[in-house]
Structure formats: structure tokens, C-alpha cells
């Protein structure tokens, strides 16, 4: 059965700080990995997919890696805002493999 | 107009009641997946659909069921309700065809069994 964690399970940090969320798997027979974005009590938004074949995604101030040998995956934030304050959730899957949820980063940006 | 909808957003309801939650999806994908989120934790997966003759149980199906009533519509049942599934429920669709496979999410249905 895969498990996902995700670390830290909370992060506060200032506006303007990069920062640098983690997730690890731990069966990489997956097809891909996808990020989202949840604000409370919401629904979810799609950040980045990665596929099985490709090391990263960049979308704006996002990178998303993927290494899959070792089961691990990064989201990078740059230059961090307010208005990234949400759950961040991990869920590696695809293919015929059932995604899998983590419990999720929860990040406050300050200003 | 959302590619994916759910009725109701939200449902207010007493132990023992049937309740029945929708999903529609105008995307065109062949799977579907129904999931379950208490505060606090992440997604846990009730059933999934790959196709309209293919349904499976997930992880924590025990007091539900679903319906595949056609490729655009996945329906999750809740036989006789009781307070511990209070929760927030998302509906999912994706597509075997796409390479990437992503998954798109409904706005939700804040279901509270009393």
C-alpha cells in the first residue's frame, strides 16, 4: 500500500522567503505526481503534474520535482506571498495506480 | 460553466437518513473517483471508477456505495447515515488517455450527519 508524507506538516514564514515543501513515497511504480492547493474549507486546484519521464515542472514561481528511484518529491515556492497561504498536498499516482493523498503542508505567509 | 460538479454543496441531515451525493462531469473522462476529507488529514479514497462497468472499493468504503449511472455520472450513496461521516466529499474525474492522467476536482459537498 503506498504512503505518502509530507514534511513539515506546518510552516509560518514571512512574505518573501523561498521555501521548500517535501514528499516522500514509497512505492515509485507510479505514473506521476501531481501537486495541489487547497484553501480551507475549499476545493482543490492543480499546481503541477509531473510525469514518470520528467525530472521537473516549473509554472511561475512553482517548481515541482520529481525522483522517483528514491520516491521523493519538492515543491518549491519562490518568493513567497500572503496569498500562497494554503494546504499543499502531494498525491503521487496515475496510470492504473490509485492516487494516493498525503496529509498535506499547511503554510501561513505573513506579510 | 465547472467541468465538474456536485449537488448539493452542502446537506444537513439525522442519523439513519439515505443520502445521495452527485456528480456530473462534462470533460469527457472515463474515470471517476469519489473521496472523503476530515479536518485535519488529507483524501482518503471511497470507491473509483476506471469505466462505466468497472467500480472498486476503496479504502475506507464500509458504509457506502456508488453508481455508475453513465460516463458522465458517479453517484455516492450513503445507505443509513451516521455522525462519523461527517465530512467534506469530493467527486474526481481524470482521463486514461491523457499521458499524464490528471486529476480534476469538484467543489465539494459538506455533508453533517446529526
Request: proline share 5%.
Amino acid at each position: 500500500k503506498q504512503e505518502v508524507t509530507q514534511i513539515p506538516a506546518a510552516l509560518s514564514v514571512p512574505e518573501g522567503e523561498n521555501l521548500v515543501l517535501n514528499c516522500s513515497f514509497t512505492d515509485s511504480a507510479i505514473y506521476n505526481l501531481q501537486w495541489f492547493r487547497q484553501d480551507p474549507g475549499k476545493g482543490l486546484t492543480s499546481l503541477l503534474l509531473i510525469q514518470s519521464s520528467q525530472r521537473e515542472q516549473t509554472s511561475g514561481r512553482l517548481n515541482a520535482s520529481l525522483d522517483k528511484s528514491s520516491g521523493r518529491s519538492t515543491l518549491y515556492i519562490a518568493a513567497s506571498q500572503p496569498g500562497d497561504s494554503a494546504t499543499y498536498l502531494c498525491v503521487p499516482g496515475g496510470g492504473s495506480y490509485i492516487p494516493t493523498f498525503g496529509r498535506g503542508t499547511s503554510l501561513i505567509v505573513h506579510p | 460553466d465547472a467541468d465538474v460538479t456536485q449537488t448539493p454543496r452542502n446537506r444537513i441531515t439525522k442519523t439513519g437518513k439515505r443520502i445521495m451525493l452527485e456528480c456530473s462531469q462534462t470533460k469527457g473522462h472515463d474515470r471517476m473517483y469519489w473521496y472523503r476529507q476530515d479536518p485535519g488529514l488529507g483524501l482518503q479514497l471511497i470507491y473509483y471508477s476506471f469505466d462505466v462497468k468497472d467500480i472498486n472499493k476503496g479504502e475506507i468504503s464500509d458504509g457506502y456505495s456508488v453508481s455508475r449511472q453513465a460516463q458522465a455520472k458517479f453517484s455516492l450513496s450513503l445507505e443509513s447515515a451516521i455522525p462519523n461521516q461527517t465530512a467534506l466529499y469530493f467527486c474526481a474525474t481524470s482521463d486514461s488517455r491523457e499521458p499524464a492522467d490528471t486529476q480534476y476536482f469538484g467543489p465539494g459537498t459538506r455533508l453533517t450527519v446529526l
